[in-house]
Structure formats: structure tokens, C-alpha cells
């Protein structure tokens, strides 16, 4: 077989020969993009992560007026809150599930499906009923699950490796955009003792807007999968159109054809299963991509977007509106945040922003745990600046990580495991605040940060700048996967002959032989 290396590759785990030369030629081409293109198709894939914020903080602000509307019994009220607030994340994981059985149809094809029963749904939930609103809500998670496995992997396939994490961030953008959403439509709710009883249906309304938008662009517009589905379809033409609408040149079509037809060969949907997860190969990055994702939701950002009315209501210094009119700003701030999340991520890299963004959440719970004891007016505005640290350091970072270092399969594992943590942690939330209190839990979480903080300085790897094969073997190393020794001339017991081929100018436009030729 035929070996290149090149002593300009300088402090690499091992040599890359060739791929290094792509990785330096791509680094010339990123004028070849298309990014006009490429911005609005992740911007209509990822406007289906509106309903995961939406339905958040709407569920948030609007709490109290449902519990009027549907006249719930004082004694059975915080257990059937738990029971409906638990509804959309137990959804999800089901979503979630069902979606890798049958995301080799299609990622495109299938978010028009979950589009057509977000509609659906909408429908249901304008019965008023507990039980149909328990069922809508169930439903709604199902499809947010979904559609939280879908478009990370969809942003993924889509955008060069230099701009993974800007285009991948956008995710995150709308959710957070769904927050600020959620709490508009809380803003206008009828106080108490209003005539009005049917601004509820307004508020799943939007929902259907939004699915319908999505889908009249999907299908009338951007009528192709992405560029992987195909190769793994065995499209090859399919493929390289696809990519033509991605990068302008030919010849850089041509190179990101061969990257992606070389990934798909060893890490095609069809050829690794959920249990190949577990296997030694990819263990490892399965169990630092599923802790980034519990630690997501165990930072404390999720209960302030789910109860954040709740919870500044308790402090005894703030009216439901007053808290309500917070949440909007909460809102603001989550969008502000991961605005400037999007373009940091790809210049300081993933783990350095985790790792200020941890050390600032425990500063700001701890703060915020002591002035629910001594300064209560003082944590709302300390909760702002909590959920905008969150926004701007960490945002969407373990949704983008679990895309970069695992394959399909293993997202669909991550992201089950988001939404159980979450399932779990807001039914007992409540549970929570009423048994230790608000300094309690906060305090607990700064305990959760810093752990996490530890977590992420020892275990977590940079993706920042690599190809989906170099983080595919991020993790690896030789002991665990001899494939990646620089020359293996005994893997089946087999002797080889090796054409070694040297350049000490590691320059693909000047290389120098053996012999000392240039060429």
C-alpha cells in the first residue's frame, strides 16, 4: 500500500498524510462557499427548534392562567402541573427514539412529516380538556424530540467543517428565539378575573404557523436531502448536486464528495448500530457527549426558562405580571447571548467557552442563592445575567459536540438522554424549591456546575477546525482501535509492501522526494 508523511505536520497524534494536505487546501477554499445559501437553508432547517423554547416558556408564563381556565382543584394542582410540564420532554424521548428507526428515509422528508402532525396536534390541543391537553402536550414533545435529533445532524451535513459551529449554533438560536416568543404571547394573558377564556388557543396557534411556514419552504425551495443521506443512498450524482449548491467551485465539490464518501464508507447509518455505541470504540466519546448533555440541563438554565414565573413569584417581592414581563427579558438576553455564541464558537473552540461559561454559572448561583435569603429584589436581575452567561459560553455547545464526535446512532443515544434528564428534573423541580427552597436549589447547582467544570477541563477533547472522520477518532487512540497506527503492516497477521513517500516541506504545491527533486 501507498503511505504519505510529511515532517511539517508538527505535534499531531499521528501522521494524516493526505488528509492533512485536504485540511490545508480547504483552509484556501473557503471563499468557494455558497453562504448565502448555506445560511438560509440551516435557517429554515432550524426554525423547527422554535417549538422547543416556545413551548417552554409559554407553558411557563401561561401556567397560572391555565390553572384557572381548566379550574384545577387546589389539592391536585402542583401534581398535575408535574404531570403536564412532564408530558412534552417524556414525549420527546419517544420522538427521539422513533426517529433513528426511520431517519435513513430521509432528514428533509421526514421533518415535513413532523411538520404535518405539529399541525395535527394543534387541533387536538384546542379541545379543552386536562386529558387532551395532556395528550397534546405529549405529542408536541414527540415531535420536538424529534426534531432536536434531526437538526443537529441536518446543520451538521450541510455546513463545511470551518463553519460547523456557527451554522450549528443556530439551533439553539431558535430556541431561544422561541423563548422570547413564548414569553410575548404570555405578556398579553388575561389576569385574573378576566371574561377572556380562549386566548389559550392563540397560544397553540402559533405553533401550527410555524410548521406550515417550515414546510411550504422545505418543499417548494430546498427540494434536496443533504449530501450525506445521499452518498449513503448510493446517489452519487444526488450527492455532488447537492454539494453544488453548497460550494461554487467544481473541484471543491469534487474534494468534499471524496470526504464525505470516504466517511460514509465506515460510518454509514446502515453499518453502525446503537449498539455499536457501546463498544469500546466509541464508549468513551458516547459518555463525554451524554454527561455534556446532562449537564445542560442540570445547570439550572432549564428550570429558570420552565418556572421562571414560579419561581420569582416565590421570592414574595413580585407580581405574576411583573414576573411574566421578566421572562420576556429573560428572553431577550437568551437570544443577545447565543448571537454572540455563534461567532465565538469557531474562534475560541468549544471546550474554552464551557469552561468560562461553568465558572461564571457558579458564581452567579451561589450570589443568587444568598440573595433569596437576604436581598430578594436582587434575583431577577441576577437570574438575567445567570441565563446570559449560559447563552453566550455554552448555548448549544453539547447539541453540536454529540454531532461532531458521534455517529447518527450515538446522537440518537445523547439526545434520549437530554430529554429523560430533563423529564426528570422538571417534575421533581418543584419538589425541590417547596423542600429546601430557592438558596437550596440554587446552591445545589453551583455544586452541579463546578463538578461539571472538572468534567469538561479533564475529559472533553477540542473539535474546533477538524474533519467528521478526525473527530470520529478523537477518542481513539491505538490500543483501542489499531487502524489509526500510522503504518500497520500486521493487522490480519498479513505482511505488506509499503511505498513510503516523504515531504519535507509538507506543502502540496512544493514538495521535495527522496531523492531531493522538487517538483
Not at 402542583?78 to 424521548?93: C, D, F, Q, R
Not at 388557543?201 to 443521506?229: D, G, N, V, W, Y
Not at 447509518?269 to 464508549?283: A, F
Amino acid at each position: 500500500f501507498f503511505f504519505q508523511a510529511e515532517d511539517g505536520i508538527r505535534g499531531q497524534p499521528r501522521s494524516r498524510g493526505l488528509g492533512d494536505v485536504y485540511k490545508r487546501q480547504s483552509q484556501h477554499c473557503m471563499g468557494d462557499e455558497n453562504k448565502c445559501y448555506l445560511t438560509f437553508y440551516a435557517l429554515i432547517v432550524a426554525i423547527s427548534a422554535y417549538y422547543h423554547g416556545y413551548f417552554m416558556t409559554s407553558w411557563n408564563v401561561a401556567l397560572p392562567y391555565f390553572s384557572r381556565v381548566y379550574e384545577w382543584p387546589a389539592s391536585k394542582k402542583n401534581m398535575i402541573e408535574s404531570l403536564l410540564t412532564t408530558a412534552l420532554p417524556v414525549g420527546a424521548v419517544v420522538g427521539v427514539i422513533f426517529s433513528k428507526c426511520i431517519v435513513s428515509y430521509g432528514r428533509r422528508r421526514m421533518m415535513l412529516i413532523f411538520d404535518a402532525v405539529v399541525c395535527c396536534t394543534v387541533l387536538v390541543a384546542f379541545i379543552q380538556s386536562t386529558i387532551a391537553l395532556g395528550c397534546a402536550r405529549f405529542i408536541f414533545g414527540f415531535c420536538d424530540g424529534s426534531f432536536s435529533f434531526l437538526i443537529p445532524i441536518f446543520l451538521r451535513e450541510i455546513s463545511p467543517k470551518q463553519s460547523s459551529g456557527f451554522y450549528g449554533s443556530f439551533y439553539v438560536l431558535f430556541i431561544k428565539i422561541g423563548i422570547l416568543g413564548g414569553a410575548l404571547i404570555g405578556h398579553n394573558i388575561p389576569q385574573a378575573g378576566s371574561a377572556n377564556k380562549h386566548y389559550w388557543r392563540l397560544i397553540f396557534s402559533i405553533a401550527f404557523m410555524i410548521a406550515f411556514f417550515q414546510a411550504a419552504l422545505l418543499f417548494c425551495i430546498f427540494p434536496q436531502e443533504t449530501p450525506r443521506h445521499y452518498a449513503i443512498s448510493n446517489q452519487p450524482e444526488e450527492c455532488k448536486a447537492a454539494l453544488g449548491k453548497i460550494y461554487h467551485s467544481p473541484a471543491r465539490v469534487e474534494e468534499e464528495y471524496a470526504v464525505v464518501s470516504s466517511y460514509v464508507q465506515e460510518y454509514s447509518h446502515d453499518q453502525v448500530s446503537i449498539l455499536d455505541m457501546l463498544g469500546r470504540r466509541h464508549l468513551r466519546a458516547l459518555i463525554v457527549a451524554s454527561f455534556l448533555q446532562i449537564f445542560h440541563i442540570f445547570t439550572g438554565f432549564s428550570a429558570l426558562m420552565v418556572y421562571s414565573t414560579t419561581m420569582f413569584i416565590s421570592t414574595g417581592v413580585v407580581s405574576e405580571k411583573s414576573a411574566i414581563n421578566i421572562t420576556l427579558f429573560l428572553g431577550i438576553m437568551n437570544i443577545i447571548g447565543v448571537s454572540g455564541y455563534s461567532f465565538l464558537v469557531d474562534r475560541l473552540g468549544r471546550k474554552l467557552l464551557m469552561l468560562i461559561g461553568k465558572l461564571l454559572l457558579i458564581a452567579f448561583a451561589v450570589v443568587i442563592g444568598v440573595c433569596s435569603l437576604y436581598y430578594k429584589h436582587a434575583v431577577p436581575f441576577l437570574a438575567c445575567g445567570f441565563v446570559f452567561s449560559f447563552s453566550l459560553f455554552i448555548g448549544p455547545t453539547s447539541w453540536i459536540y454529540a454531532s461532531e464526535v458521534l455517529p447518527p446512532p450515538g446522537v440518537t443515544i445523547t439526545t434520549a438522554i437530554y430529554w429523560i434528564a430533563k423529564s426528570i428534573y422538571l417534575f421533581v423541580y418543584l419538589f425541590i424549591q417547596d423542600s429546601l427552597g430557592l438558596h437550596g436549589f440554587f446552591w445545589i447547582t453551583a455544586g452541579i456546575n463546578a463538578f461539571a467544570f472538572i468534567f469538561v477541563l479533564l475529559l472533553v477533547k477540542e473539535t474546533k477546525g477538524n474533519t467528521d472522520a478526525e473527530n470520529m477518532h478523537l477518542f481513539e487512540d491505538q490500543k483501542t482501535n489499531p487502524e489509526l497506527s500510522p503504518i500497520n503492516t500486521t493487522r490480519t497477521g498479513q505482511s505488506y509492501t509499503c511505498l513510503l513517500y516523504t515531504s519535507d516541506a509538507a506543502d502540496e504545491r512544493s514538495s521535495v522526494d527522496l531523492g531531493g527533486r522538487r517538483n
